[in-house]
């Protein structure tokens, strides 16, 4: 259990950090995508946070460059159409 505690810190001391990287609307488009996409909302803040960390984030991310950093990461996933004969 103190290992979730652990990891639960963590995770809260990333999301600060990226969150002081992202502007108004971005971040609004974050607490959004967090609500339906929690999951997916913890990669992208992680992503960010990291890229902080290293230094490649010089200044805020705005809502273009934080869409555009989600369609990056769903690059990987393929789309299914089904179609009814």
């Given at each position: ?38 999951e997916k ?45």
């Open positions: 259990m103190n290992e979730d505690n652990d990891q639960q810190k963590e995770i809260e001391r990333l999301e600060q950090l990226g969150k002081q990287y992202l502007d108004h609307e971005a971040l609004t488009r974050y607490g959004t995508l967090k609500a339906a996409y929690p909302a913890l990669k992208v803040i992680m992503y960010i946070a990291n890229m902080a960390q290293m230094g490649k984030a010089q200044e805020k991310i705005n809502d273009k460059d934080f869409k555009e950093i989600l369609k990056v990461m769903d690059e990987g996933k393929k789309e299914y159409k089904i179609k009814r004969i």
